[in-house]
């Protein structure tokens, strides 16, 4: 049963163009969801992550948007530069108030390629 | 601040072998999590730790995969016998807050 799904396994844009990379996800327990980047032969990355009580967050570059009605997530980058080319992976908590360690249930991932 | 460290960073062996894997969290971390990532896929979590105690081993295959956290620090996650399909890398995390994980390089297994 996979809660987590990222439909595109990849995507391809041009450098100074927008990025957008989709997530669905079933369990409507998730409350918190986060946003990791991956680079070849190196761990995951944490990007950006948002709370089930806002429906949008911001970092520089990067925007994730949250539709809790639709169980959709998003993650925008603009403008799209080559070393933002990785793979991109959603991934979801539903453990509510916790003082730590969440569990954390990961989509399939995104290949993002930015062509200069 | 010195990250997640694992070792090694490569190993192939054949099936039926035995192997195991090394993590050091970062310093302070209480929670530390093994994750399995197939080929094409997103880490799937095997273990995760609180200190030396564990929290979640629901998929754990246990007939075959044991993890230990001495001490509260260092962790190792062992496979006896591997079969084919444990080809795969093998992701340590930690944290030392509720929901960002910081990850290792990882160890890229491949079972013969």
């Known amino acids: 049963d996979q809660q987590v799904k990222q439909n595109s396994p990849s995507l391809s844009v041009q450098e100074g163009r927008i990025s957008i990379l989709n997530c669905d996800y079933t369990?409507?327990?998730?409350?918190?969801f986060l946003w990791y980047k991956k680079y070849p032969a190196e761990g995951p990355t944490f990007l950006i992550s948002?709370?089930?009580?806002?429906d949008k967050n911001e970092d520089g570059r990067f925007t994730v948007f949250l539709n809790k009605s639709a169980k959709h997530l998003s993650l925008h980058i603009v403008p799209s530069q080559p070393g933002d080319s990785a793979v991109y992976f959603c991934?979801?908590?539903?453990?509510?108030?916790?003082?730590?360690?969440?569990?954390?249930?990961f989509g399939e991932g995104t290949q993002l390629t930015v062509n200069p | 601040e010195a990250g997640v460290a694992q070792s090694p960073r490569y190993k192939i062996i054949e099936k039926r072998q035995s192997v195991a894997f090394w993590c050091n969290p970062i310093?302070?971390?209480?929670?530390l999590y093994w994750y399995q990532q197939i080929l094409g896929q997103g880490p799937k979590l095997l273990i995760q730790?609180?200190?030396?105690?564990?929290?979640?081993d629901s998929q754990l295959p246990k007939d075959r995969f044991s993890a230990e956290r001495l001490k509260g620090v260092d962790s190792t996650l062992k496979i006896q016998p591997a079969k084919l399909e444990d080809s795969a890398v093998y992701l340590c995390?930690?944290?030392?807050?509720?929901?960002?994980?910081?990850f290792g390089p990882g160890t890229r297994l491949t079972v013969l």
């Open positions: 995390a930690s944290t030392g807050g509720v929901y960002e994980q910081f």
């Open positions: 369990n409507s327990m998730f409350d918190y």
């Open positions: 948002i709370s089930s009580i806002k």
């Open positions: 991934a979801a908590s539903g453990l509510g108030a916790r003082t730590s360690g969440s569990r954390l249930t």
């Open positions: 310093s302070g971390h209480a929670t």
């Open positions: 730790f609180q200190n030396n105690g564990v929290v979640d």
